[in-house]
């Protein structure tokens, strides 16, 4: 029998990271009580729909728990950064799900600087004990997958990430109330996908 050749492996590894986060990240299981942040950017916020309809809303009423949004239209991430704490301090949440960078991306904003303001961010909040799942945002296109700078900070970090759902969903003209926001379908979508992400890994 032939033994593996240990280049083929080391090749099916690397083309299987560039597929997959490489790590092992899971989530410690929420207890019923547990609150989890939603923070971010007018995709967190609900744009284009009513407050009810937004992402966070249908989060909670899909998974029974308290789910605060925290998401502000038009954001960068170094309005973000300035913005975070007050909120970690004000609600104590178990877990953060960040979603932010778009308009970083929308307005041209070096992209080194868009990753150093997510990672004092994911500091910040680990520096809490939170736990954070960190959701990508595609570059300007609209038409690929998030932005390498999401995938870098997942391993670095070893967060439990979302590469492709909001490139997914504006790939869709159905899902969308204009060109970079959802529609109530959309954000339904959203929902439903970070509720598995929190099932997969075990929060729930």
């Known amino acids: 029998m032939n033994k593996p050749n240990p280049l083929f492996l080391i090749t099916f590894f690397l083309v299987l990271c560039l597929v997959q986060s490489c790590n092992n ?62 909120l970690l301090d004000k609600h104590q949440p178990d877990l953060v799900i960040l979603l932010e960078g778009g308009n970083d991306i929308l307005r041209n904003i070096n992209l080194s600087k868009t990753k150093t303001n997510l990672a004092l961010m994911i500091e910040s909040m680990h520096a809490r004990g939170i736990e954070v799942v960190l959701i ?17 900070l997942a391993d670095e970090y070893q967060l439990v990430f979302d590469k492709n759902i909001i490139s997914s969903l504006l790939k869709t003209p159905a899902l969308k109330s204009d060109s970079v926001h959802f529609n109530q379908q959309g954000y339904r979508k959203l929902a439903e996908r970070v509720s598995e992400i929190l099932q997969d890994n075990g929060a729930i």
């Open 25 to 86: 990240a899971k989530l410690s299981p929420l207890p019923y009580s547990a609150k989890i942040l939603a923070f971010g950017d007018s995709l967190t916020f609900g744009k284009g729909v009513n407050k009810n309809q937004s992402y966070p809303t249908v989060l909670a009423d899909l998974t029974g728990l308290t789910v605060i949004n925290a998401g502000v239209s038009g954001e960068t991430t170094e309005q973000g950064l300035l913005r975070l704490p007050g």
């Open 136 to 152: 990508g945002v595609p570059q300007k296109s609209l038409f690929s997958s998030s932005a390498d700078l999401y995938q870098e």
